[in-house]
């Protein structure tokens, strides 16, 4: 049997705007590794985006960018027609507006990643996602590590392919409470249907033990090529999510441990 997939959890935050909120950032920062902190086009605003960094730096979290379609009423889930320099434009002026908040509150970028369909069009066409992986060397300068900013995507698509030509650090990423088709395509939707924690659990130990992604047909398909490293998302707006990340991080915890990772 492979050994265990070295794991973290990451989880998109910051997605409340004005006086509206998003899911509860502050018991979710508690819980995870990484925060993909949205950056004004789908969700978010300065004073939202200033009180999650500062919450991140409170709690040890390292901090990525979310950036977005322009389409907040849509809350970026929805596809748009885009050219590669314009998304490319699109993700410069987001990813600069939170280095900006990371650099008052002295933390690195960690890494970039995009939200919602464009996620879904980016691990589809190899030019659109050339373009935005291509923004982390942008940001080199904010990153901790020499490596220089991550992209954090979907294994085995145009996402690692796109990093692995620019020569940039990959994350792949799972994810907790969205279901996968018997092709292995993540099927993104707008609105996030409720996941019996057991069902995650299960979905999680197939990943970790098995290198195992779970379908909606019941297959159990190979995460990809090459994954050794997978940062597992659970969604801030997903009913009880909670409970869903405390679930993830002690299964993640016990199989690092286990594998003597930590």
């Not at 692995?164 to 994810?175: D, K, Q, S, T």
Request: charged share 20%; net charge negative; with cysteine.
């Amino acid at each position: 049997m492979s050994k265990p997939l070295k794991a973290t959890v990451n989880c998109d935050m910051g997605e409340g705007f004005s006086l509206y909120t998003m899911g509860d950032d502050e018991g979710l920062m508690k819980t995870i590794h990484l925060a993909n902190v949205a950056c004004g086009f789908h969700a978010s605003d300065f004073s939202v985006m200033n009180k999650t960094v500062a919450l991140a730096r409170s709690n040890n979290v390292l901090v990525g960018a979310h950036p977005s379609l322009p389409d907040l009423q849509g809350f970026g889930r929805r596809e748009m027609a885009i050219e590669p320099d314009e998304l490319e434009s699109c993700f410069i002026y987001q990813v600069g507006a939170l280095d900006g908040f990371l650099k008052r509150y002295g933390l690195p970028m960690n890494h970039i990643k995009p939200h919602g369909s464009v996620y879904g069009q980016t691990a589809r066409s190899i030019d659109l996602a050339r373009a935005v992986v291509g923004v982390t060397k942008i940001f080199k300068s904010s990153a901790a590590s020499p490596q220089g900013v991550a992209f954090m995507g979907l294994a085995g698509t145009a996402h690692q392919q796109a990093a692995e030509e620019l020569g940039v650090p990959f994350i792949a990423e799972w994810f907790a409470d969205l279901d996968y088709n018997d092709e292995g395509k993540l099927l993104i939707t707008k609105k996030h249907d409720p996941v019996p924690v057991e069902v995650v659990r299960q979905r999680v130990t197939n990943l970790l033990r098995f290198h195992k992604v779970s379908t909606v047909g019941g297959k159990l398909l190979d995460i990809g090529a090459n994954v050794a490293e997978v940062s597992i998302c659970c969604h801030s707006d997903t009913p009880g999510a909670v409970e869903i990340a405390q679930a993830v991080k002690a299964l993640v915890d016990e199989s690092n441990r286990e594998a003597g990772y930590v």
